[in-house]
T-cell receptor, first 112, second 117 residues
Framework: DGGITQSPKYLFRKEGQNVTLSCEQNLNHDAMYWYRQDPGQGLRLIYYSQIVNDFQKGDIAEGYSVSREKKESFPLTVTSAQKNPTAFYLC???????????FGQGTRLTVV | AQKITQTQPGMFVQEKEAVTLDCTYDTSDPSYGLFWYKQPSSGEMIFLIYQGSYDQQNATEGRYSLNFQKARKSANLVISASQLGDSAMYFCAMRGVLTGGGNKLTFGTGTQLKVEL
């Protein structure tokens, strides 16, 4: 079955550590996105990529980095510069601009 | 800038009844798209229904329908014959154009729906 796979489902990070969240899709979609969700809030865009080897900052990119070396993969690194990283992270992809976004199952990151 | 407003933090509905979840939006783009997503407690986002700004008829998908009132800038989701499995968070979202090209979804804060027996 085609879809988006995020791993791990739960992730714990110590203060000052970088962590990388994985996002893989087999839908052959060009565009991929990373969103952050905090309790009581909607999703906010962190980074997005329209094609391989190209990505752009979203609304809340500070403290995050991404890469897009392959069409299927769009990993997100939460760096130590991100002051409040505890949140639920969702990866998404779209085939065409006017179609719906498909989401992964999410990764819940907790700083301990 | 685009904005989505969902004014109902939580809603209760009895099983088999219909329920309307409110969504208003603001945009200066003449062409836009509106989406509704369902988020169960497991966390994944499930696409429910889409309405384009130029669509003449309101969108319907099974028990879901979208009450689109363009002049009032509202895009309310109507769920008919509610089921216990409909209990979830519901998000309204708008497709917008990104500065660097491409599109993004702007989300509202969501409505938590609880279906009761």
């Amino acid at each position: 079955d085609g879809g988006i796979t995020q791993s791990p489902k739960y992730l714990f990070r110590k203060e000052g550590q970088n962590v990388t969240l994985s996002c893989e899709q087999n839908l052959n979609h060009d565009a991929m996105y990373w969103y952050r969700q905090d309790p009581g809030q909607g999703l906010r865009l962190i980074y997005y990529s329209q094609i391989v080897n190209d990505f752009q900052k979203g609304d809340i990119a500070e403290g995050y980095s991404v890469s897009r070396e392959k069409k299927e993969s769009f990993p997100l690194t939460v760096t130590s510069a991100q002051k409040n990283p505890t949140a639920f992270y969702l990866c998404a992809s779209t085939e065409q601009p006017n179609t719906e976004a498909f989401f992964g199952q999410g990764t819940r990151l907790t700083v301990v | 800038a685009q904005k989505i407003t969902q004014t109902q933090p939580g809603m209760f509905v009895q099983e088999k009844e219909a329920v309307t979840l409110d969504c208003t939006y603001d945009t200066s783009d003449p062409s836009y798209g509106l989406f509704w997503y369902k988020q169960p407690s497991s966390g994944e986002m499930i696409f429910l229904i889409y309405q384009g700004s130029y669509d003449q008829q309101n969108a319907t998908e099974g028990r879901y329908s979208l009450n689109f009132q363009k002049a009032r800038k509202s895009a309310n989701l109507v769920i008919s014959a509610s089921q216990l499995g409909d209990s979830a968070m519901y998000f309204c979202a708008m497709r917008g154009v990104l500065t660097g090209g491409g599109n993004k979804l702007t989300f509202g804060t969501g409505t938590q729906l609880k279906v009761e027996l």
